[in-house]
T-cell receptor, first 114, second 114 residues
Framework: EPEVTQTPSHQVTQMGQEVILRCVPISNHLYFYWYRQILGQKVEFLVSFYNNEISEKSEIFDDQFSVERPDGSNFTLKIRSTKLEDSAMYFC????????????FGPGTRLTVT | GENVEQHPSTLSVQEGDSAVIKCTYSDSASNYFPWYKQELGKRPQLIIDIRSNVGEKKDQRIAVTLNKTAKHFSLHITETQPEDSAVYFCAATPIKAAGNKLTFGGGTRVLVKP
């Protein structure tokens, strides 16, 4: 069964550094998402992406964040200048359509900012 | 925006007993309600979902009920087994043209004791 993959599984970075989290969505999916989960808290929506454009973004997704689909398979989340509070598990997800239906989640990247 | 509350935060049951997890949502426009199961160290996986035109849905030992008037929905697991031990998340989303973000509850850690 196809799965969403994410790399790396764990990323440690120093405050102020840029990080890029990578995701490979399921190949026939058209909608892509990033969520994050700070330890012990809810899974929070960051951004949705379709047709090379952001469909929706949350208040968390400020100017420090950007997303890109650099080629036909990868979907990336960039954090320009990491802060301590960016430490979280970041999940990528994808879905076939944009309407209500299953979003398939990747295994997550644990980002630790020191 | 949407707010989803989930209770209880932890639930311990004896193998063979039933488990019930309850969620409430705030946005009356929400009309798709998925439940995800996350085993330790693994990705969230959809186990069942319900749309607002349906009051109840069942899949083997799991069922979900929805009360639109009261804005709450519940997950029922019958004849629990040790492999049901995991964190369960409810979520809600409104139907939109594209990029339906999921708003998650805080999660319920279920422990099934053999």
């Amino acid at each position: 069964e196809p799965e969403v993959t994410q790399t790396p599984s764990h990323q440690v970075t120093q405050m102020g550094q840029e990080v890029i989290l990578r995701c490979v969505p399921i190949s026939n999916h058209l909608y892509f998402y990033w969520y994050r989960q700070i330890l012990g808290q809810k899974v929070e929506f960051l951004v949705s992406f379709y047709n090379n454009e952001i469909s929706e973004k949350s208040e968390i997704f400020d100017d420090q964040f950007s997303v890109e689909r650099p080629d036909g398979s990868n979907f990336t989340l960039k954090i320009r200048s990491t802060k301590l509070e960016d430490s979280a598990m970041y999940f990528c997800a994808s879905s076939v359509g944009g309407g209500p239906g299953e979003q398939y989640f990747g295994p997550g990247t644990r980002l630790t900012v020191t | 925006g949407e707010n989803v509350e989930q209770h209880p935060s932890t639930l311990s049951v004896q193998e063979g007993d039933s488990a019930v997890i309850k969620c409430t949502y705030s946005d009356s426009a929400s009309n798709y309600f998925p439940w995800y199961k996350q085993e330790l160290g693994k990705r969230p996986q959809l186990i069942i979902d319900i749309r607002s035109n349906v009051g109840e849905k069942k899949d083997q030992r799991i069922a979900v009920t929805l009360n639109k008037t009261a804005k709450h929905f519940s997950l029922h697991i019958t004849e629990t087994q040790p492999e049901d031990s995991a964190v369960y998340f409810c979520a809600a989303t409104p139907i939109k043209a594209a990029g339906n973000k999921l708003t998650f509850g805080g999660g319920t850690r279920v422990l099934v004791k053999p």
